[in-house]
């Protein structure tokens, strides 16, 4: 078939073939022989951020400055020599802003004519979560690593203890020091043991709860934390109808408690009633789940410090370690959860856990 018999067919059924076009799920342009951009799907368009402004314009224009003499003239070339191409490259949208895309290009030289059919597919979600695996596979290869330097630590730590305590059975003319290693040797046991349990920490076992019994049992626990500490607990409970929660009581126990420990020592520098507030409010009214808000009116914390606060071993208090709340983000991750912080200088801070809800997708469980 000649070029301009293609163009005819084309031209004649262009209804049906934009409607077919406009049907398929990636971005598609089709290039002349100038390399200009002479058709463009509704994908395409939407990608790109533009509508009938992508016709005319060069196909060195979908990239970065940075790209647009080399990459974007070699991938056209390739696709002459080799009949096709395909890799990773990051467009830029109308917006200025940026996407990783998958690019396939095929080449058509018909009756002497270059023509150029470029497909886009959007990749920047799977990018992310090709991250998030190697931060993971990062993460158990640091927890090995430091389970191994954990057991290498603790037997001299423990001898050090040990022999410390038989020496002081014995006469000594400066026994002061003697206590203090014996006191950094049980820093030191404390220190292994918060890591071991961090390292060791379990999968989640999922169950599926209803708020209320979520709600009645993270309210147990804050009032017996709340009553140690005799603080005044404020419970504020925003939900109006029942939905799902998926947690795991275990960890989500032992998630709340340093935050709730946290909220009532906030109040040691500073005068006033000792008073936390509990809310509870619905995540999605679709699919449920649960936003927990633990809040005081405590000394607040520092707006330098606040980026720092979930770091292993950050504290701002003698004695502490430094990992509730590093604890805490953890097993919110493995919740599938979050959690935030939000604090101001003497005025207080809160802390919000999102629970999940339903996570199978709402064509699974609601009738259109």
């Known amino acids: 078939m000649k070029f301009d018999d293609f163009l005819k067919v084309v031209d004649k059924n262009q209804k049906i073939v934009q409607v077919i076009l406009d049907a398929i799920n990636s971005g598609i342009l089709i290039l002349n022989d100038y390399q200009k951009i002479v058709f463009a799907n509704s994908r395409a368009k939407s990608l790109l951020g533009l509508n009938n402004d992508l016709i005319g314009r060069g196909f060195e224009e979908l990239f970065l400055p940075d790209d647009q003499q080399i990459l974007a003239k070699n991938i056209l070339k390739l696709s002459e ?3 096709e191409f395909d890799g990773e490259v990051l467009l830029k949208k109308a917006t200025e802003t940026t996407f990783m895309a998958y690019l396939s290009v095929s080449f058509w030289n018909i009756n002497d004519k270059k023509t150029y059919i470029v497909t886009i597919n959007d990749i920047s979600r799977l990018k992310r979560v090709e991250k998030v695996l190697k931060n993971s596979e990062k993460m158990v290869y640091l927890g090995q690593m430091l389970d191994d330097i954990s057991h290498q630590i603790r037997n001299p730590v423990l001898a050090i203890g040990g022999f410390a305590r038989r020496l002081l059975k014995t006469r000594l003319e400066h026994p002061e020091y003697v206590k203090i290693i014996i006191d950094e040797a049980k820093r030191l046991e404390m220190l292994l043991d918060e890591l071991t349990e961090f390292i060791q920490l379990p999968k989640a076992n999922f169950t599926i709860y209803n708020t209320t019994s979520v709600v009645d049992f993270i309210t147990k626990i804050a009032k017996e934390i709340t009553q140690k500490f005799n603080a005044k607990l404020l419970i504020k409970n925003n939900i109006q109808n029942e939905k799902i929660v998926l947690t795991d009581f275990v960890l989500l126990k032992r998630a709340v408690e340093p935050i709730l420990i946290n909220a009532c020592e906030a109040y040691f520098e500073k005068e006033g009633p000792l008073e936390i507030t509990l809310s509870f409010s619905i995540l999605d009214e679709k699919r449920g789940g649960l ?11 520092r707006a330098p410090i606040i980026e ?12 502490h370690l430094g990992m509730g709340l590093t604890f805490a983000k953890r097993i919110m991750e493995e919740l599938d959860g979050d959690i935030n912080l939000k604090s101001s200088l003497n005025k207080g801070t809160k802390v919000i856990l999102e629970l999940p809800g339903d996570r199978r997708r709402l064509i699974r469980t609601n009738l259109i």
């Open 308 to 319: 720092r606060i979930f770091h292993p071993f950050f504290t701002t208090k003698t004695g």
């Open 81 to 83: 020599r080799q009949g």
């Open 291 to 301: 936003k927990i808000s633990i809040e005081d009116k405590g000394i607040g914390i």
